[in-house]
DNA sequence: GACATTTGACCTAA
DNA sequence: TTAGGTCAAATGTC
């Protein structure tokens, strides 16, 4: 699927509004899709077939359009503007890896560390720059596991930045870093960066899968549009189904306690992500309902 | 016992 | 020199 992102010509306000408008509505038909046809996602809207799944495709193109457009739009000398036509398939959604690769190669670290590391070499990263951004009243399940490394609390900071990155780094060589960080106390507000991309086998692209898109539990998620975050970004967490007993879905073993808090559940009941299975459509269509009231040009 | 997390020490860029 | 990022031994959990 190489679905064009056909980018205006015109990176100004209105284009942006008319992209963002663009998305609610699609937005809006999905939710009509996915509320009277929870069989076959197909639903006569005006005489065509609409699919659930090309409307999701559309809604991302229009809100990856708008960020372009951001992007392109600000006059910084370190935004690199893409030079190739961007595709949804750049925005790699991310699945859970594999639980069989996951028993392979046991006792990667030791080895895998010795042979590519001076002791205590080179710890820091070589670009600072972020793939990825996110902000979130609570932490989502991207999809992809995760082996938290390291904690810090950095000056000026009320919380731990916690550092996580790919269970497969080794394995699979994986490069995919994340930093999480409360940066809010009420309402509890974290922000998750992330750092390059998955290359581990359970990245998965175009192919996005409608129960990913659906099972999303966070109604409050803010897209970064930081200057410095590239425009070929991936879209690295995929939305993980929330459940009426379940609380916020790490997919971490377990995210830092002192990060962890959800006012609609109780921080003891966290699951890991495998586990989880279940939808709660409902509170997702609350979720799509908050979207489309917030994407007016104001709240944005 | 295997694996994940914690945490203090270490390294490096700014 | 300092702050942010990472390592790796110790500890915890299943």
């Known amino acids: 699927m190489e679905n064009q992102l056909l980018l205006p010509t015109n990176y100004g306000k209105k284009a942006m509004e008319e992209e963002l408008i663009r998305g ?6 999905l939710l009509e899709v996915l509320t009277f046809d929870d069989k076959s996602n ?23 359009n708008t960020l ?6 600000k006059e910084s000398n370190d935004m690199a503007v893409p030079t190739t ?10 699945s859970n890896c594999p639980k069989m690769e996951e028993d392979l190669d046991r006792g990667y670290k030791k080895f895998e560390t010795l042979n590519t590391k001076n002791p205590k070499g080179s710890n820091k ?16 399940d991207d999809g992809h596991t995760w082996r938290k490394y390291g904690q810090k609390m950095l000056t000026n900071a009320k919380y731990f ?39 581990c086998k359970s990245s998965y692209h175009s192919d996005i899968k409608l129960e990913s898109i659906l099972c999303y539990d966070d109604s409050s998620i ?15 967490f995929r939305p993980r189904p ?16 002192e990060e962890i808090h959800n006012d609609r559940f109780p921080r003891d009941q966290l699951l890991p992500s495998e586990n989880l299975q279940l939808c709660d459509f409902d509170v997702y269509f609350d979720y799509l309902r908050d979207v489309s009231e917030l994407s007016s040009i104001e709240s944005f």
């Open 222 to 236: 803010l897209l970064s549009f930081d200057n410095n975050i590239s425009s070929e970004q991936e879209f690295p």
């Open 161 to 199: 930045r916690n550092y996580y990155r790919c269970a497969h780094m080794y394995d699979q060589h994986c490069e995919a870093i994340k930093h999480v960080q409360r940066i809010q106390e009420n309402p509890p507000l974290y922000r998750t960066t992330y750092y390059d991309h998955h290359t």
């Open 242 to 257: 929330p459940s009426p007993q379940l609380p916020l879905l790490a997919s971490t073993k377990e995210e830092p306690k």
């Open 85 to 94: 036509p961007t595709t949804i398939r750049d925005f790699s959604f991310s």
């Open 24 to 29: 609610r509505d699609m937005a809006n038909q």
């Open 42 to 64: 197909i639903r006569e809207v005006k005489g065509s077939n609409i699919v659930a799944e090309d409307l999701v495709l559309e809604v991302l193109k229009s809100l990856t």
């Open 125 to 140: 990263r070589k670009s600072s720059a972020p793939t990825w951004e996110k902000t979130a009243s609570i932490l989502i």
């Open 68 to 73: 372009l457009m951001l992007n392109n739009g």
